[in-house]
């Protein structure tokens, strides 16, 4: 099982005080290796978030990183600051 901990990041107007945490429990699948060696890794919790590699550390790395990158919202992948009355949560893999 691979644990993500929630922290609160405040955009103006937010009501909640920063360092507020809490903690988000996810589910790591990991296939047998196929015919090639691939072992295929995936959240349950989350569509989208899958990766491979030729280990099963290696996959569980990869699948971290595409986690990271499904939960990231688009504007701040673009470098762009969040509209106002927007709060988003930022994931820090434990």
């Keep these: 099982m691979g644990e993500m901990r929630l ?15 809490a903690s988000v429990d996810f589910t790591i699948a990991f296939k047998e290796p196929d015919e090639k060696g691939w072992i295929v890794a995936r959240v ?12 099963r550390e ?16 688009d504007e701040e992948l673009a470098g762009q600051k969040p509209a ?9 893999a434990a």
């Design 7 to 21: 922290r609160r990041r405040i955009v103006k107007g937010g009501r909640y005080p920063v360092g507020m945490a």
């Design 44 to 55: 349950l919790e989350v569509p989208g978030a899958l990766s491979q590699g030729r280990t």
């Design 58 to 73: 290696e996959a569980r790395e990869n699948v971290l990183d595409a986690l990271r990158t499904v939960l990231t919202p």
């Design 84 to 92: 106002a009355g927007v709060e988003h949560l930022r994931f820090v």
